[in-house]
């Protein structure tokens, strides 16, 4: 059974505008969060991630939040530009570098 | 990222059918990963190796089998090819580090088609 849970399935967005992605998982060990973007064709690249004992995290036009209480964590991608039109994957493993359990994905569109 | 390369691409096989998917890296890392995706699946792990000597099933090893021949090489073989093993097939790798431990690099995939 799916560990991460991922919403939506698909997303567009127009230019210029937010982002948001979302994923809620049920393992309480899980204490390692990455995105993975991943285009068509390549294989996924990790994007940014966090550790449980943040709430947020941002790095440049992405920000991951997270609510350890309600087992929930999101991506928000600020000013979307076409150029990140692609595939965007949760994660959760035990401990960095352990098998990841991903969600299956949202195929983003940014118009 | 070239520095993890899958062989074959692309491949078609029939039912019953033996194959193996080959993985290399030049990072130097330790650890090696297996995955499948399927459309509106996401990634599931097949299988993973710590390091030459220890290899561990993931989700969904059924019907596949691994060998880490080297530090640098994870093979993935499908012993009797099916239908539903129909996917796209990626090898990752990350560092044994505390730090370097934080990032999978991922390879271009294989598409398997099985007829």
């Known amino acids: 059974q799916q560990q991460v849970k991922q919403s939506p399935q698909s997303l567009i967005v127009q230019k210029g505008g937010i982002s948001i992605i979302n994923c809620a998982y049920e393992?309480?060990?899980?204490?390692?969060f990455p995105w993975y973007q991943q285009f068509p064709g390549k294989g996924p690249a990790l994007l940014i991630a966090i550790r449980p004992d943040v709430s947020e995290k941002k790095e440049g036009r992405f920000t991951i939040s997270f609510n350890k209480s309600a087992k929930q964590f999101s991506l928000h991608i600020m000013d979307s530009q076409p150029g990140d039109s692609a595939t965007y994957f949760c994660?959760?493993?035990?401990?960095?570098?352990?098998?990841?359990?991903f969600g299956k994905g949202t195929s983003l569109l940014v118009t | 990222d070239a520095d993890v390369t899958q062989t074959p691409r692309n491949r078609i096989t029939k039912t019953g059918k033996r194959i193996m998917l080959e993985c290399s890296q030049t990072?130097?890392?330790?650890?090696m990963y297996w995955y499948r995706q399927d459309p509106g699946l996401g990634l599931r792990l097949i299988y993973y190796?710590?390091?030459?000597?220890?290899?561990n099933k993931g989700e969904i090893s059924d019907g596949y089998s691994v060998s880490r021949q080297a530090q640098a090489k994870f093979s993935l073989s499908l012993e009797s090819a099916i239908p539903n093993q129909t996917a796209l097939y990626f090898c990752?790798?990350?560092?044994?580090?505390?730090?370097?431990?934080?990032?999978?690099?991922f390879g271009p995939g294989t598409r398997l088609l099985v007829l």
């Open positions: 990072k130097g890392h330790d650890r």
């Open positions: 994660a959760a493993s035990i401990s960095p570098g352990y098998a990841l359990n």
């Open positions: 393992n309480t060990a899980f204490d390692y």
């Open positions: 990752a790798t990350s560092d044994n580090t505390a730090q370097g431990r934080e990032t999978q690099y």
């Open positions: 190796s710590f390091d030459v000597k220890d290899i």
